[in-house]
C-alpha cells in the first residue's frame, strides 16, 4: 500500500534549493536521504512531512492529496499517522520522561510498551525530570515517545545525531522492526552514510535534484 507520494517538488528561498523531485513510499519501506549541509535535506523532510508547503508539486498522503484535505482531516492524520524525530528532541521540560510518554500516549490512545523501554535503555530513566537527562538520554526518549504514538510514517531528522555508534545501530535496527510489525514506513535525513545504506533506499541530494544510490 502507497503511504506517500511526492510530485515535482520545488522549493525556493533566496535562491533555488531543489526542484522537480518526485519520490513513493510504500508500507514497509525505509528511505535515506543523504546531501551535504545546505543541500534541502531537512526542507524536503519537512515538506514530505507537512511542516513546510512547497513552491510547486504536491505531497498525497494515504491516497489524499494535502493541499486538498481539510483542516481538520490534516490535523488528525499529523496526530494519529505521522511521527517526528528530530535531532533536538522537543521535549516538555518540565515533566519527566514517563511524563512524555503518557501525553504521547493518551493522544493517541495507546500504552506505553515496557519491551520499547528497555530497548531503548531508559527503563531508569522514566521517573527522572527531562532536565536531568543527557542529551543522548533525551533523544532516546523522543524516539519512544514517537513510537508510543504508533506513526505509519516516521520522519526522521539525524536522529541519532547525539547518539554513539553502536546505540545509533540499536536505533536504526528497533525502527526497521517496528515498520515490519505495524506495517509502516521510514524516511531519515542522516549524515551518516553507514546508517543511509542500512535503508532499503537510498537517495542524494546534489545539485538541486534528488539521485538514487540504492
Known amino acids: 500500500m502507497n503511504l506517500l507520494t511526492a510530485k515535482n517538488i520545488s522549493h525556493t528561498y533566496d535562491y533555488e534549493l531543489f526542484h522537480d523531485i518526485s519520490l513513493e513510499l510504500n508500507e514497509r519501506d525505509s528511505v ?6 545546505g543541500s534541502g535535506k531537512s526542507t524536503l523532510l519537512h515538506i514530505l512531512s507537512t511542516l513546510l508547503h512547497s513552491n510547486s508539486g504536491s505531497v498525497w498522503l494515504f491516497g489524499e492529496e494535502v493541499a486538498k484535505m481539510s483542516k481538520q482531516k490534516l490535523a488528525q492524520i499529523k496526530r494519529d499517522e505521522l511521527g517526528l524525530v528530530f535531532q533536538s528532541h522537543y521535549l516538555f ?4 520522561a514517563y511524563e512524555n510518554l503518557e501525553v504521547a500516549a493518551l493522544l493517541a490512545n495507546e500504552e506505553i510498551d515496557p519491551l520499547l523501554l528497555e530497548r531503548l535503555k531508559i527503563t531508569q530513566n ?27 510514517i516516521i520522519f526522521a531528522d539525524e536522529p541519532t545525531g547525539n547518539l554513539d555508534k553502536t546505540t545509533a545501530k540499536e536505533v536504526m535496527d528497533l525502527f526497521f522492526e517496528y515498520c515490519e510489525k505495524e506495517n509502516a514506513s521510514l524516511i531519515l535525513v542522516t549524515h551518516d552514510e553507514k546508517l543511509a545504506f542500512m535503508c532499503k533506499n537510498v537517495y542524494k541530494l546534489e545539485n538541486k535534484e534528488l539521485l538514487r544510490l540504492q
Not at 521540560?93 to 519527566?96: A, C
Not at 536531568?132 to 514517537?146: K, M, P
Request: proline share 5%.
Open 126 to 152: 522514566m521517573p527522572q525530570k527531562v532536565t536531568e537527562l543527557s542529551g543522548g538520554q533525551q533523544q532516546r526518549v523522543s524516539i519512544a515517545r514517537v513510537l508510543t504514538k504508533k506513526p505509519r
Open 93 to 96: 521540560k518540565g515533566f519527566s
Open 32 to 37: 535515506a536521504i543523504i546531501g551535504i549541509s
